[in-house]
Nanobody, 121 residues
């Protein structure tokens, strides 16, 4: 089985930083496009940042200049470095990835269970 596990969430004060990790495990052939999403209470789940296989990135306007998405293919891990955090960043953050797995070599989309980020004033 292929699984995604997020970690790194927690409680921080405004202006602080956190680094979220999304670790994939299982019989992985390749990890393709990976995105970080977040969902605040009472709101829809929105894309925060995305990184392609080639390393191209996209960010939501609300996090540009503050968040950085990166990947370490050798570790099957994608990171979201979050700086200058604001209270409005408070949400559950989810990792989403397109993964090709062994032995089927079939691509599927996976979601992690999320990690909570709380930013206090």
């Amino acid at each position: 089985q292929v699984q995604l596990v997020e970690s790194g969430g927690g409680l921080v004060q405004a202006g602080g930083s956190l680094r979220l990790s999304c670790a994939a495990s299982g019989s992985i052939f390749s990890i393709n496009t990976v995105g970080w999403y977040r969902q605040a209470p009472g709101k829809q789940r929105d894309l925060v940042a995305r990184i392609t296989t080639g390393g191209n990135t996209d960010y939501a306007d609300s996090v540009k200049g503050r968040f950085t998405i990166s990947r370490d293919n050798a570790k099957n891990t994608v990171y979201l470095q979050m700086n200058s955090l604001k209270p409005e960043d408070t949400a559950i953050y989810y990792c989403n990835a397109d993964i090709t797995y062994y032995p089927d070599l079939y691509g599927m989309n996976y979601w992690g269970k999320g990690t909570l980020v709380t930013v206090s004033s």
